[in-house]
């Protein structure tokens, strides 16, 4: 999943390996690193090591393209692999001087779409609070597995949810996001509006061209219809990225932080908080 989107800053300190037009986190559990704005932070990645798997295929995607899955073999972490290696990395941190503060989900794709997703998490805080106190649990999501209750059951147990919603105009968010078919963003926002406002939004935006249209998620409509959405999810926060690195569109430009930062001042003139990143 996604710029800061988090996931580019994140992947920015963390191990990464290049995959085609993307980068991907070549281990399930990385780090920990030293990070000025998240402390000491151990990476999870919940999806296949050599493979993005998502259901969305964000045209910005640092990852890379979504490729067709049909036929191939996507081997996903086991759930009590994934639970020893845990709580194996936090024993051997505890009481050192990189026992986390964060333990941050954002892999190679969509964590929430794991099919053991809500287990794993009741796992993680199990070891999070035996082994690693302080640390809080970050999801980044596309909030598109929000319809599963069990999803938003397991997301409403941790610390920091920060869930996409690059549009709220359902032309803009297909051309953007490309989700699978079935997911819609009258869906996503239905799921976003059941967190009762503990949850962050993080939002990309950017303008350019991609498969004969052209893609603005910059204009006054644009904004103007998100605001309104963001009125009604009342997030704590709005995190606003800018494109930050090589995209699989080729034709997207990069807008600029005076630009972010005017959409910034928007949203906190509407009492919602921004992090312009
Ligand atoms: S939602 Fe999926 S396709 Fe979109 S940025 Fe995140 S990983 Fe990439």
Redesign the pocket.
């Known amino acids: ?2 710029p800061f ?1 988090l ?1 580019i800053k994140i992947k920015s300190i963390f191990a990464e390996t290049k995959f085609m037009s993307g980068f991907l986190f070549d281990e399930l559990i990385f780090g920990p690193v030293h990070s000025r704005r998240l402390g000491v932070s151990l990476g999870i990645n919940l999806l296949p090591t050599d493979n ?1 798997y ?5 045209i ?4 890379g393209w ?1 490729t067709k899955t049909k036929g191939v073999k996507i081997v996903l972490p086991k759930r009590d692999n994934f639970k020893a290696k845990l709580e194996t990395k936090l024993k051997e941190l505890q009481g050192t001087v990189n026992e986390p503060d964060a333990i941050t989900f954002a892999g ?3 964590p929430t779409i794991h099919p053991k997703f809500a287990e794993i998490i009741d796992d993680t805080i199990a070891a999070r609070d035996n082994y690693a106190p302080k640390a809080a649990i970050s999801i980044l999501s ?1 909030a598109s597995m929000l319809h599963k209750k069990s999803v938003t059951d397991a997301l409403k147990k941790v610390d920091n949810n920060i869930l ?1 919603l690059d549009s709220a105009i359902e032309n803009t968010f297909n051309n953007i ?1 490309q989700a699978q078919s079935g997911i819609s963003l009258d869906k996503i926002i239905e799921g976003l509006l059941a967190f009762d406002g503990k949850l962050i939004i993080q939002t990309l935006f950017f303008r350019g061209e991609y498969d004969g249209k052209i893609i603005d998620n910059t204009t006054d409509e644009e904004v103007e219809a998100w605001l309104l959405a963001l009125e009604k999810i009342k997030p704590e926060y709005v995190m606003l990225y800018p494109i930050d690195r090589g995209t699989p569109a080729k034709d997207l430009v990069k807008i600029p932080t005076d630009e972010l930062e005017a959409i910034a001042s928007k949203v906190e003139a509407r009492g919602i908080a921004t992090k312009v990143y």
């Open positions: 999943m996604d989107i996931k993005k998502c259901n969305f295929n964000c910005y995607c640092e990852c979504t190679n794709g969509e596309n996409k996001n």
